[in-house]
Nanobody, 130 residues
Framework: QVQLVESGGGLVQAGGSLRLSCAAS????????VGWFRQAPGKEREFQAA????????YYADSVKGRFTISRDNAKNTVYLQMNSLKPEDTAVYYC???????????????????????WGQGTQVTVSS
């Protein structure tokens, strides 16, 4: 069992930066694939980025490539999402999710599918003002 807690959200002006953290409990976190997703009001939850167990494989959604960076510190049981050059359209609740399966080895469809992630945090609100 893995429990996830997101933090680091808040209100920021367009062009600004935030760093989200996903802190985990559970022995299997260090071997888990972790993904970040977001859900804007009235929209479906969508994939943003994912990282494999040792950080050796990473995948980003096109909308955040070059602006967001996912990383992890297994010694701290934490995965981060550094978000730069934020835009108003980045406003959403951001969720981290984890699975013991090596999704990035399975390709883009496997990595980005919400149903493939077994554990979810409660989310953290990010609001970007124009």
């Amino acid at each position: 069992q893995v429990q996830l807690v997101e933090s680091g959200g808040g209100l920021v002006q367009a062009g600004g930066s935030l760093r989200l953290s996903c802190a985990a409990s559970g022995r299997t976190f260090s071997t888990s694939t972790v993904g970040w997703f977001r859900q804007a009001p009235g929209k479906e939850r969508e994939f943003q980025a994912a990282i494999n167990w040792n950080g050796g494989r990473i995948y980003y959604a096109d909308s955040v490539k070059g602006r967001f960076t996912i990383s992890r510190d297994n010694a701290k049981n934490t995965v981060y999402l550094q978000m730069n050059s934020l835009k108003p359209e980045d406003t959403a609740v951001y969720y981290c999710a984890a699975t013991p399966f090596a999704l990035l080895d399975g390709g883009v469809v496997a990595t980005t599918a919400l149903k493939n992630y077994d554990y979810w945090g409660q989310g953290t609100q990010v609001t970007v003002s124009s």
